[in-house]
């Protein structure tokens, strides 16, 4: 094996403390999914205040076999991402996505379209505003879904098989999408449901670019609704709930 590896695009998606001033990042990477290398250097380091959150460049690592440990040698950031620094809310929203992806090891499988998923929603959130943020947030999530192959349909009910128009139920026995009349009778404590706004919204904005969520207005009911659907879809998948979704 190679000692000296380069990713050619790299995002950094969390840097926490190793040893006693050192640093270890997770990159996402279209090549390998997630890999973590330690990141040596003190607080004026230049190497260290290049790997920060959402940086995103090329990335040269060099590989011990010995130790089977991987530390950075250099990071040629391409996109410095500031703007989602200079808000709370765009903060939470990009490390809710950020978690996401280390939560579920980079969506296990096409690692180039995770990185461009991930990519895409960080910059379209630079620039936006409180109530964009957690529309950007519920897109990625619902795209999430279908690269990780848990995507329901958004077609037809997963019951009775009724074309599904003006809104629908989700099921967490089924593990699906069901219609108003089939929703009543499941046996859900939680309310899942997603009316008329909120189903029109993922139906027609699941397959835009991040950029473009702005054209599609969504209003708070419906943005809570759509918002509470996704995420308890994700939490079903990976048996948890991460408490960075509630932001
Ligand atoms: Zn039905």
Redesign the pocket.
């Known amino acids: 094996m190679s000692r000296n590896l380069i990713f050619n695009n790299a995002l950094v998606l969390r840097v926490r403390p190793f040893g006693e001033a050192n640093r270890e990042a997770a990159f996402l990477t279209a090549e390998e999914g997630v890999v973590n290398a330690a990141v040596f250097g003190g607080p004026k380091s230049k190497l260290r205040a290049a790997v920060s959150p959402f940086h995103q460049g090329v990335l040269y690592l060099y590989y011990n076999p010995v130790k089977d440990s991987r530390k950075a040698v250099d990071f040629d950031v391409k996109i410095w991402r500031p703007g989602l620094r200079e808000n709370f809310g765009r903060a939470m929203a990009a490390g809710a996505v950020s978690g996401t992806v280390s939560a579920t090891h980079a969506g296990g499988g096409d690692w180039s379209r995770s990185l461009e998923l991930a990519s895409d929603s960080l910059s379209a959130l630079e620039t936006a505003d409180e109530g964009a943020c957690a529309r950007i947030f519920v897109h990625f999530l619902w795209n999430w879904l279908d690269l990780i192959g848990e995507k329901p349909s958004l077609s037809h009910?997963a019951?009775?098989?009724?074309t599904l128009e003006n809104g629908a139920v989700f099921s967490p026995w089924e593990r699906a999408l069901?219609?108003p009349?089939?929703g009543d009778n499941t046996r859900s404590a939680v309310s899942l449901v997603l009316g008329p706004g909120a189903y029109r919204w993922l139906s027609v904005t699941e397959n835009l670019p991040p950029s473009q969520l702005g054209r599609w207005s969504l209003d708070a009911v419906s943005l809570a609704q759509a918002r509470t659907v996704v995420t308890g879809m994700m939490a079903l998948v990976m048996g948890k709930r991460l408490n960075i979704w509630d932001f």
């Open positions: 009910c019951v009775c098989g009724l069901v219609c009349a089939c």
